[in-house]
């Protein structure tokens, strides 16, 4: 297909998991769609930076990058699940 248009549909099988609560540590913004691919890659080095640093109480990353986008401003949260439960 040339460019501009469309590809075929792709039918995919999408499964829906209740699971166990994972800790996480994020940063918390309020941007727009069109900057967004571009503050969370700086938003998740905050993270990193966080979590090597004496602040994080022996926090550490463990598991995946999340981002829960909260609402169609967009507020989101940008992190990683870590082990251990912290409140700071």
């Known amino acids: 297909m040339g460019p501009g248009l469309l590809s075929e549909a792709v039918a995919v ?3 829906v998991k209740t699971v166990e609560p994972t800790p996480t540590a994020v940063v918390v913004a309020t941007t727009t769609w069109a900057e967004f691919p571009l ?6 080095d905050e993270v990193g930076r966080f979590l090597r640093s004496d602040a994080a109480h022996g926090l550490q990353k463990q598991g995946h ?3 829960l986008y909260k609402d169609d401003v967009p507020n989101v949260e940008v ?9 700071l």
Request: proline letters at 5%; charged letters at 5%; aromatic letters at 4%.
């Open 13 to 15: 099988e999408v499964t």
């Open 65 to 67: 990058n999340v981002m």
């Open 79 to 87: 992190g990683v699940q870590v082990s251990g439960h912290s409140i």
């Open 39 to 44: 503050t969370w890659g700086p938003m998740l």
